[in-house]
Structure formats: C-alpha cells, structure tokens
C-alpha cells in the first residue's frame, strides 16, 4: 500500500471553529489532492498541489484552503467550519500526475462533523 | 448535466452472476479511464485501467467506447467479496483538475 496517513481520522467540531486536515505521504509523490465525498456527489476535488508550494482550485473549494510547505505533507483547513462542511475527506498522491498513468493512491479518509 | 455519470444502483445479483456497468462521460477530450473499487467505509483503490482496445483481467473486463462517450465494466463469475461500489474515472490529462470522479455503483453480491 502506498503510503499516505491522514490525520485526525475523525473529528467532530463545532461551527466557526477552525480545522486542519493533514495529509503525509512518504512516496516522494509531486501530486498530491484533497476530495470530499458525500451522499449522491461522489468524490469531489477542493484543491491540488503539484509541487511545493504549489496549489490551485478544484470544483469545490469555497471555504477551504491549503498549503504545502514539504513535498511529503498538504495541509487542508477549513477557517470557519460549517455544517456543510461535515463530510469524508480523502486526500490522494499521484507520481506523474496527469502525464502519467493517472493512477491515484488514497488515504485512508478522515471523518469530519460538523456541529 | 454531470461530467461523468453513473447508474447509482444498487445492482443485487446472486452469486455466479455476470453484471455489467456503464458510465458515460461528457467531455470528448477525455483521455484515459479507470474503474476504481470503494469497499464501505474505505478508500478508493485502482481497480483496472480501461484501454481503447479493451482489456481484460482475470473475471473483469472493461471496454472504451470513444465514439458514443462511454466505457463499462464487466464482472463474470460474480464472487461475494466483489461486493463493493464502482467508480469510474476520467482523466482529461489538460488540468489537474480534470480528473472527474463519477458518483459510484453500488453492488451487492448475494449468497
């Protein structure tokens, strides 16, 4: 298995509180990706990294921002929880990204609610 | 309308079975495909790739068609541990961005 840990796995909060997911990986991987996944949505990209400190926007990424300070760690924080914001965050690595064989390889999740 | 759509399921076919998914996809600079597999509660992981000339591995076959924008996924000789949601992924390889989860079948395998 590749590996990736994320932390905290589970995290319950309440709103307006600040929030940091962290994502390491020890592949030595240049792409790395947060997704949330909910009910009827699939999984859904917030924001990418292709480098360090190197980020850019995915479809969903009101309210989220991240960061990459080391290439074997991505940072997610949510400034201000809102309810909307409760769902399974994944974040994922990839070698040669999108020139490569597109394979991702996915943490193994972390629970977030939001009261 | 969703870049990669899925029938959500559930699929509940008895053991033995040979189940077939489809997923079509909108945008036709979409360059490669995959089926990834999600047990619950757990993450995605790579199932197969999906090739243009189609491709087989072991009881799973997926096929591409360019054409009428879709790929699918066959399973023969359905077993209880093939129990899981199926993914299916594209990858437009012009943004990395572009890589469009669809929202999943849901198949269960019965005794």
């Known amino acids: 298995d590749a590996g990736i840990t994320q932390s905290p796995r589970h995290k319950v909060t309440e709103t307006g509180t600040p929030v940091t997911l962290r994502c390491h990986q020890t592949e030595n991987h240049r792409y790395m990706y947060w997704y949330r996944q909910d009910p009827g949505h699939g999984l859904r990209l917030i924001h990418y990294?292709?480098?360090?400190?190197?980020?850019d926007k995915g479809e969903v990424s009101d309210g989220y921002s991240v960061s990459r300070s080391k290439t074997e760690d991505f940072l997610l924080t949510l400034e201000s929880a809102t309810s909307s914001q409760t769902s399974v965050y994944f974040c994922a690595i990839s070698d040669g990204g999108l020139m490569g064989t597109g394979e991702l390889f996915f943490g193994e999740g972390s629970r977030l609610t939001v009261l | 309308r969703k870049e990669v759509e899925q029938d959500p399921g559930p699929f509940n076919v008895p053991e033995g079975a040979t189940v077939a998914f489809n997923c079509t996809y909108s945008n036709s600079a979409s360059q490669s495909f995959f089926w990834y597999r999600q047990d619950c509660r757990k993450e995605p992981k790579l199932l197969m790739s999906v090739y243009s000339s189609g491709n087989e591995d072991g009881r799973f076959t997926a096929q591409l068609n360019r054409a009428s924008q879709y790929i699918s996924l066959l399973i023969r000789d359905s077993k209880l541990s093939d129990s899981a949601t199926y993914l299916c992924v594209v990858n437009m390889r012009s943004s990395a961005s572009k890589i469009i989860f669809g929202s999943g079948t849901r198949l269960s395998i019965r005794p």
């Open positions: 990294s292709y480098g360090v400190k190197d980020t």
